[in-house]
């Protein structure tokens, strides 16, 4: 792997005024980092959620430096891109390093630390997480744990904010001593040991002295568990730990599905029908203009009428409950649990557990599932993940629309719908592997403790994540209704429709204005939804409808992403799978529909 | 008292004697004379879970039953 792509800006190398946030994964380096420097990047419960550095500018001293979120690492041995990378960062020659221990996992942190010590780069470190030691009735001396590694040591809870302002004063200081204090030059870091040098078993003898560190600094009182700790570990023992995990998967759907279902009924759609559109209607009728541009404006299909059917009323309530949740999910640790439990599932795909927090945060938007997979150990691991997501994995905006077509009618075909989209995850996951060279690791993977998400946190997440979504979403949302407005109020639509008939009416079965659904879905996934909603489709027409638009094209962005994250051939192999197995699978389904009609 | 450790009791304790090499499994913390607890195992073809002093981490059944453990 050439160094240029895991450091894609080669000048931050050579900037002088750095420091870097440095601790082994999930210790919260990415919470530092947002209340450090005021960008806000996302931070989770589980390894693996920071897959490339962060950039940030702190004021120390009145001097800017730069921040830099390194990706968590167990070690420094180069063996993955993110210890690369973590090297790559340590040679750069920083100003100072701002290590993040965790007090949860004293050990193995201190272990990490100890391989950065030996860079002689000045060090402060936050003892994080502290309150969950104290829960597990871990009793820290600070004061000898300083000693004993030889740096200032400041107790944090950094979700709460506590601890940052001496945090940021001890980093101070330590600035503030002439850089010419340690002995830089002798830097025995990437050296395999010598004779008489301890470093020729280097990894065991940090995890001895590791040890030794604990046995002295650490007190443990022996108190009961915690109720959420004992909540954790029954979570993790197969039973009942499967069975709770299936429960708390079908209450974060009821709450999405029902909710929003309520939120639509009560409030979205009067105030859309009875509020906005009509306003827009009166208005329109008051201005003179010819009737095609009123019609585009507020017609069937106008802009100010589906632009609110369909965003307002039918995709926001799902993303915003859907993020509520899922945040809820991703900061609690409950996710690696679910990991470990079906990977056993998982696997029989010819994939690992570990993938499936990836799939999870797919049935948010594939973008940010498809970057996740850059943790994934093997290439072939990443597009195998990558293809399931773009092939059978709704979006949350699509899930809203599929769910406010199927569900009004029945819920039987919502579940016909979803066995089918398990159906061509199962198929995706198991052709791929075996069309792909490669092999794919087993699971290695570390559970967190069980935490309630902090509050302030958990809300500043679920903001940032509807802002993105905002500002992301709703261009695409735009430009797709525009298109949709032009395409059916000038009669364009009726030109593609009859021009696409023999797809659309005779081998799909749907009536032929249900080309707006292949059109528009190029551009957004429930784009593809929201025509079928207001086209009287009966039973077997709806399903159809759902499951073509539930595997055809991702959308832009996500092509978008494939090509930057893969390139341009991977990203047209998987937009053109989906097209075709959209296609071919509605159209069998459709066809042994009218069969078994005809039968029964 | 030799076993692989996918097979291992659950709910002991253990030594480590020997690990396929795999860079992450020694960084992560299991490495040769490494002491660790067996906590449960996943049948169908699922991982095993195990306890380090101060971590919990699961680990696949096929590198798994290439972990030798001997009882202490």
């Given amino acids: 792997m050439a160094c240029h792509e895991l450091i894609e800006d080669r000048k931050i190398l050579t900037d002088e005024n750095k420091i870097l946030l440095m601790g082994s994964p999930n210790v919260g380096k990415s919470v530092f980092f947002s209340a450090f420097t005021n960008i806000h990047v996302v931070s989770s419960n589980y390894t693996g959620t920071t897959v490339s550095y962060m950039k940030g500018t702190l004021r120390l001293n009145d001097t800017d430096y730069s921040l830099i979120d390194v990706p968590g690492t167990y070690s420094l041995t180069a063996t993955s891109e993110a210890e690369e990378v973590a090297i790559q960062f340590l040679s750069s020659k920083p100003r100072a390093i701002l290590f993040v221990l965790n007090a949860a996992d004293l050990e193995g942190s201190i272990k990490l630390a100890l391989e950065v010590l030996e860079y002689r780069i000045p060090v402060v470190a936050a003892l994080n997480l502290s309150d969950v030691a104290q829960r597990q009735g871990k009793n820290i001396n600070v004061r000898l744990l300083e000693k004993e590694l030889g740096i200032p040591i400041v107790p944090t809870v950094a979700v709460k904010n506590q601890g940052l302002k001496e945090l940021r004063d001890k980093l101070e200081e330590v600035l503030a001593l002439k850089p010419s204090g340690g002995p830089y030059a002798e830097n025995c870091a990437g050296c395999a040991g010598c004779s008489g040098c301890p470093k020729g078993s280097a990894m065991l003898s940090n995890w001895e002295r590791a040890k030794e560190i604990v046995s002295v600094c650490v007190k443990e009182t022996n108190g009961a568990p915690s109720r959420l700790d004992r909540f954790g570990d029954a979570l993790l023992r197969p039973w009942p730990g499967v069975l709770l995990s299936v429960i708390i998967l079908l209450m974060s759907l009821g709450v999405v599905v029902g909710a929003g279902k309520a939120l639509r009924a009560v409030l979205l759609l009067p105030l859309v029908n009875q509020g906005i559109v009509p306003l827009f209607e009166r208005l329109f009728s008051s201005i003179a203009m010819p009737e095609v541009l009123n019609n585009i404006l507020i017609g069937q299909y106008g802009i100010f009428r589906i632009s609110f059917e369909w965003i307002l009323a039918l995709v926001m309530p799902y993303v915003i409950l859907f993020q509520l949740v899922f945040s809820f999910l991703e900061d609690s640790g409950i996710l690696p649990r679910m990991a470990v439990l079906f990977d056993n599932v998982m696997s029989r795909l010819g994939i690992q557990g570990g993938s499936l927090i990836n799939i999870m945060l797919g049935f948010g938007c594939a973008v940010p599932a498809i970057i996740g997979t850059r943790v994934a150990t093997t290439r072939k691991e990443r597009l195998i993940v990558t293809s399931i997501v773009c092939f059978a994995v709704p979006c949350i905006s699509q899930t809203g629309a599929l769910f406010s077509l199927l569900a009004d009618y029945s819920y039987w075909l919502l579940l016909a719908v979803f066995l089918t989209g398990a159906l061509v995850f199962m198929l995706i996951s198991i052709l791929t592997g075996r069309m792909l060279k490669g092999k794919v690791d087993p699971l290695v993977i570390e559970i967190p403790n069980l935490l309630i998400p902090e509050r302030k946190a958990y809300f500043k997440k679920f903001f940032v994540r509807v802002k993105q979504f905002l500002t992301e979403a709703e261009g695409p949302m735009m430009v797709a209704v525009v298109f949709a407005a032009l395409l059916a109020e000038t009669g364009a639509l009726a030109g593609i429709s009859n021009f696409l008939k023999p797809l659309v009416s005779g081998w799909l079965g749907l009536p032929p204005e249900a080309s707006m659904s292949l059109i528009l879905g190029i551009i957004r996934r429930e784009m593809s939804v929201a025509p079928l909603l207001s086209l009287n489709l009966n039973g077997l027409q709806m399903y159809v409808g759902a499951v073509v638009s539930l595997i055809y094209v991702p959308c832009l962005s996500v092509f978008g992403i494939l090509a930057k994250e893969f390139n341009f051939k991977v990203a047209l192999s998987i937009v053109a799978g989906t097209v075709f197995t959209a296609l071919t699978l509605g159209g069998i389904m459709n066809h042994v529909g009218l069969v078994l009609q005809m039968v029964f | ?72």
């Fill in chain 2, 1 to 72: 008292m030799k076993y692989n450790l996918y097979e291992a009791e659950r709910g002991k304790e253990y030594i480590v004697t020997d690990t396929p090499d795999i860079k992450l499994l020694s960084s992560i913390g299991i490495f040769k004379g490494a002491r660790i607890k067996k906590e449960h195992t996943y049948r169908f073809g699922g991982p095993v879970s195990v306890s380090l002093s101060t971590r919990k981490i699961a680990i696949g059944k096929d590198i798994a039953e290439k972990i030798r453990v001997k009882g202490e």
